[in-house]
């Protein structure tokens, strides 16, 4: 199974110096677009037009995250059309991802209110033209949302260990966090550094040749369909994993 390394990054990471990381053998970035509204609506980060513009010119394929704090499926379905009008302008090697996490006020969801609202964004990202995916937490698929629900979508799951033990399905692994600063095993897990990066930063590995899958298909930037074959999310669902089966990724 191939294996290639990444990292995520957002504003926390400050200026980076994305030659240095290539050189590092960084091979992709999911670069932190923003964090998502209660009631629908995004707050972008302040450097993610700086790291995608500084990623593809060292030609470090990326993708995108988005961190989720909707509290219902409207303002899923509003901010995941707001994340794609911003996403217009960029070409994305990568899955675009919703990251949900331990929010207090989507704690006091429901399991199936949690399920839903990743359910909607990602539709609403793929009838947009983008190929979805989610990031969480070993224990918030298996614990706090349907994960059975949400198959059609690419996984990105963090779990800090020697080896992943999610038993799904998923492309990329956020394996551990890499640095110096603060108190190891709560800041870091890992101690070191990228070549480019002055602070702590999350590692990840790919276990998807996804430029060569998102490159051939009408997602992510890479080409759009006939006007008279609009978006479909059945038809895009069935051909990408045609494409993930050409390819020996399933």
């Not at 995004?42 to 990623?55: M, Q, S």
């Not at 190891?184 to 040749?209: H, M, P, V, W």
Request: proline share 4%; net charge negative.
């Amino acid at each position: 199974m191939p294996r290639y390394k990444g990292v995520d990054v957002s504003e926390h990471q400050g200026k980076i110096n994305w030659m240095a990381m290539k050189e590092d053998g960084i091979q992709f970035a999911i670069i932190r677009i923003g964090w998502t509204h209660y009631e629908g609506g995004i707050t972008l980060d302040d450097r993610y037009l700086e790291n995608i513009r500084g990623a593809q010119a060292a030609g470090i394929p990326i993708g995108a995250y988005v961190y989720g704090y909707d509290l219902n499926v409207e303002a899923a379905e509003t901010s995941a059309k707001m994340v794609a009008k911003e996403l217009s302008n960029y070409r994305f090697e990568y899955p675009v991802y919703y990251d949900q996490e331990y929010e207090p006020k989507l704690q006091l969801l429901t399991r199936q209110q949690r399920t839903d609202i990743c359910r909607v964004f990602l539709e609403t990202l793929q009838k947009n033209g983008y190929f979805p995916g989610i990031y969480a937490s070993k224990d918030w698929f298996e614990n706090w949302v349907f994960d059975s629900q949400l198959v059609d979508y690419e996984h990105w799951v963090a779990q800090y260990a020697d080896t992943c033990s999610y038993s799904g399905t998923y492309g990329v692994w956020q394996y551990g966090v890499i640095g110096n600063k603060g108190v190891k095993g709560k800041e870091y897990t890992l101690c070191g550094s990228i070549a480019g990066i002055q602070t702590n930063c999350d590692l990840d590995f790919s276990y998807r040749d996804y430029p060569a899958l998102i490159k051939r298909s009408p997602l992510n930037g890479w080409g759009k369909p006939p006007d008279k074959t609009p978006l479909n999310h059945t038809t895009l669902l069935t051909e990408l994993k045609e494409l993930l089966r050409k390819y020996g990724e399933l």
